[in-house]
């Protein structure tokens, strides 16, 4: 008991000093596996219970007198009692289904990245945490974003931008491998925050996204990412 304690105790204090986003997915994903447990307890349970009304005696009196008690007098049939069992399994499945398609992106904010020739912008009206990456408009402006991938897989990555001069574009590295680029159409103003989704390969635990702005003429303020 005093080592469970001990475990649970150093888990919680966080000893890996993992990013709040990958905190809050492990959660979701650790509430997902407890419902699963829960569904595989509820079948073992049901494999159970039929198992022990196959092996159940006949009645002792209808062994006796030979005659089969009136029906109404009988207890509930093995398919009814099964079929009871299975409604809770049934609904927790459903649950389980519900939330893993639910499950919402792990969000990162630009602002939190690092960057060159660039700034950091507070106060923003409409952007995540009121905060946001701006002046990307040099050749040599970038912000680089941490993101975790559970497993190497190909992704969709969206990026939240605003771009209130005009058309922009950016140049999106993954890696320092390979590079797209991402078309960002006008927005109203710079508070006007608009989605552009790109779907990307990204390597089992994290990646770096690296934003540039390209040689065009207007450029893009950024929001944040999310992973989906």
């Known amino acids: 008991m005093v080592l469970v304690v001990s475990l649970l105790v150093w888990f919680l204090v966080d000893p890996l000093r993992l990013p709040g986003d990958v905190l809050e997915g492990l959660n979701r994903r650790a509430s997902v596996i407890g419902m699963f447990t829960g569904a595989a307890g509820l079948v073992v349970s049901m494999l159970g219970l039929r198992a022990q009304l196959r092996s159940r005696p006949a009645d002792d009196d209808a062994s006796i007198s030979g005659t089969p008690e009136p029906a109404h007098a009988r ?5 009814t009692i099964l079929l009871i069992a299975a409604v809770p399994a049934v609904v927790v499945t459903t649950l389980i289904v519900l939330a893993v398609v639910s499950e919402r992106p792990v969000r990162y ?27 990307l408009n040099h050749p040599d402006s970038w912000v680089e974003i941490k993101v975790y991938a559970p497993r190497a897989d190909t992704y969709t990555v969206n990026v939240r931008y605003s771009a209130a001069d005009g ?6 590295t993954v890696n320092g491998s390979y590079k797209v ?35 065009g003429l207007f450029a893009a303020e950024l929001d944040y990412v999310e992973i989906s």
């Open 167 to 172: 058309n922009a574009r950016q140049y999106l």
């Open 75 to 79: 207890g509930p049939r093995p398919r």
């Open 181 to 215: 680029v991402l078309h960002y159409p006008g927005s109203d103003t710079w508070t006007s925050w608009s989605d552009a989704p790109v779907r990307l390969k990204l390597d089992h635990k994290w990646n770096t996204l690296r934003f540039q702005h390209d040689d």
């Open 109 to 135: 904010e630009a602002e939190d990245g690092t960057y060159h020739n660039a700034r950091r912008l507070y106060n923003i009206d409409g952007a995540s945490n009121n905060a946001s990456m701006g002046y």
